[in-house]
C-alpha cells in the first residue's frame, strides 16, 4: 500500500507477493505424524555421511558428462518443495543441455531421444540423483518422500487432481514408496496412482518404514529385481484408481499422441477432457434415469 505523509514525502509502495495457486490448503490438510518433526536432523546427518565417500563419485560423473556432451555436469531445476516453497534441485545431466529449448517443460519419456549415451549408463542406475544428497543437507529435501514436481505441472495437477496439495506438507524425497512401486509420470492417471502412495507414506512414515525403502533403493540400484525386493522388504503396493470415462484414453499425453512427452498443456488438455467426458456421462445418466423414474445417485 502507498501513500504520502503530511511532509508530502512520498512513501515507496510496499512490495507485495501473491501467493501461488498451488500452496498447500490450510482447511484440512493431510496431517503427518510426530515423525517428521525431528526426521529432518536424522536425514541431514545421514546425508552428511553419505556425501562422504559420494562427493568423489560425483566429481567423476561431472567430469564424464562434461567430456563427453556440451553444457555443464550439474543441472540445476526450479522444484515445489514443502508448503510450497521453491529449491533449486540438483542432478548430474543426463540430457541434452539444449533438451527443452524448442519445447518448454515436459515429461521424460521411455526411450528419450534427448538422453545422451552417458545419461543412460547413469539413469539405469539412477546415479544421476547423487547430488541430492545436497539438497538434503541444506533441508529442501528428505531421503524419503514424495518426489518433488516441476512448478509448470504442480500448478497444472493442483487444478486436475483432488488432494494433489497434500503430498506438499512434508518434504520431498530422493526416493519413495511410490517410486519403488510406479514407472515414471506420463500422464494423470500415473500421478493420481502416485498420490496414492505418498498419502501412503506420508500417514504412515516411521524409522521402520524409511529403513525398507532405503534398503530397498540401495538394492535396486544394485538391479535386483524390483519384484523380488518389494516382496521381502514387505514394500509392494497394488494401486486402483477410479475406471476412466468411456471414450477417454488413458495412456498418451492427452493432445492425441502416445508418443511426444506430456507438457503442462497437454495434461491440461486431457484433465479438460475427462472433466468434459465425466459430465456428458453423467448427464447421460440422469436423462436415462429420469425416463425410467430411476433416481440417480449424487456425485
Not at 541431514?44 to 555421511?49: G, K
Not at 514436481?149 to 494433489?164: D, Q
Not at 515414471?184 to 492417471?189: A, C, N, S
Amino acid at each position: 500500500m502507498s501513500g504520502t505523509n503530511s511532509s508530502t514525502i512520498a512513501r515507496k509502495p510496499r512490495r507485495t507477493v501473491a501467493a501461488p495457486s498451488w500452496r498447500v490448503p490450510t482447511a484440512d490438510p493431510l496431517r503427518p505424524p510426530a515423525y517428521f518433526r525431528w526426521k529432518v536432523i536424522l536425514d541431514r546427518t545421514l546425508a552428511a555421511l553419505l556425501l562422504a565417500p559420494g562427493l568423489p563419485m560425483i566429481v567423476l560423473m561431472v567430469l564424464l558428462v562434461r567430456l563427453t556432451s556440451r553444457g555443464p555436469g550439474i543441472f540445476r531445476q526450479i522444484r515445489v518443495g514443502q508448503r510450497g516453497r521453491k529449491f533449486k534441485m540438483y542432478k548430474i545431466r543426463t540430457m541434452r543441455h539444449d533438451a527443452e529449448s524448442a519445447s518448454g517443460p515436459v515429461w521424460t519419456q521411455a526411450r528419450d531421444p534427448r538422453v545422451t549415451l552417458v545419461g543412460r549408463v547413469l539413469r539405469k542406475f539412477h546415479l544421476d540423483e547423487f547430488p541430492q544428497l545436497l539438497n538434503v543437507l541444506k533441508g529442501e529435501m528428505s531421503l524419503i518422500g514424495p518426489r518433488p514436481e516441476r512448478p509448470e505441472f504442480v500448478h497444472v495437477l493442483a487444478e486436475a487432481i483432488p488432494g494433489y496439495l497434500n503430498r506438499l506438507v512434508v518434504p520431498p524425497g530422493v526416493t519413495g514408496l511410490a517410486q519403488l512401486n510406479l514407472p515414471p509420470d506420463t500422464d494423470l492417471d500415473s500421478v493420481r496412482r502416485k498420490l496414492v502412495l505418498d498419502c501412503e507414506y506420508i500417514r504412515r512414515a516411521g524409522p521402520w518404514l524409511d529403513i525398507r525403502l532405503s534398503s530397498g533403493t540401495l538394492l535396486r540400484m544394485f538391479k535386483v529385481p524390483e519384484r523380488w525386493l518389494l516382496l521381502v522388504f514387505g514394500l509392494r503396493r497394488e494401486v486402483t484408481i477410479p475406471a476412466i470415462p468411456e471414450g477417454v484414453s488413458s495412456g498418451g499425453n492427452g493432445n492425441g499422441s502416445d508418443h511426444a512427452p506430456a507438457t503442462p498443456t497437454s495434461v491440461l488438455i486431457q484433465a479438460a477432457a475427462k472433466s468434459t467426458d465425466d459430465n456428458g456421462h453423467h448427464g447421460h445418466q440422469r436423462k436415462d434415469a429420469h425416463a425410467r423414474h430411476v433416481p440417480v445417485k449424487p456425485r
